[in-house]
Nanobody
Framework: QVQLVESGGGLVQAGGSLRLSCAAS????????MGWFRQAPGKERAFVAG????????RYADSVKGRFTISRDNAKTTVYLQMNSLKPEDTAIYYC????????????????WGQGTQVTVSS
């Protein structure tokens, strides 16, 4: 069982930056690939970024490539999402997720979810 708690959301102007954090419980954190998803009002939850258990492999949605960076600190059992050059269309609730594989997972393979943190980007 993995428990996930996100933090770091807030209100920012377009062009600004935020860093989201996701603290995970569990003794086998490095065995879990992690991901970030987001859900905007009226839209389905969408994949944003994923990272392998080792941190060496990452994957991004096309909409955030070059602007967002996912990373993890296995000693702190925490995964991060650095978001730069934010746009109003990045406004959403951001969710952290974990899957049972150490390899970057397909979006349907994530088993554990946090409660989400709101990110609002004003124009």
């Amino acid at each position: 069982q993995v428990q996930l708690v996100e933090s770091g959301g807030g209100l920012v102007q377009a062009g600004g930056s935020l860093r989201l954090s996701c603290a995970a419980s569990g003794r086998t954190f490095r065995n879990n690939a992690m991901g970030w998803f987001r859900q905007a009002p009226g839209k389905e939850r969408a994949f944003v970024a994923g990272i392998s258990g080792s941190g060496y492999s990452t994957r991004y949605a096309d909409s955030v490539k070059g602007r967002f960076t996912i990373s993890r600190d296995n000693a702190k059992t925490t995964v991060y999402l650095q978001m730069n050059s934010l746009k109003p269309e990045d406004t959403a609730i951001y969710y952290c997720a974990a899957c049972g594989s150490a390899y970057v997972c397909n979006r349907d393979a994530y088993e554990y979810w946090g409660q989400g943190t709101q990110v609002t980007v004003s124009s």
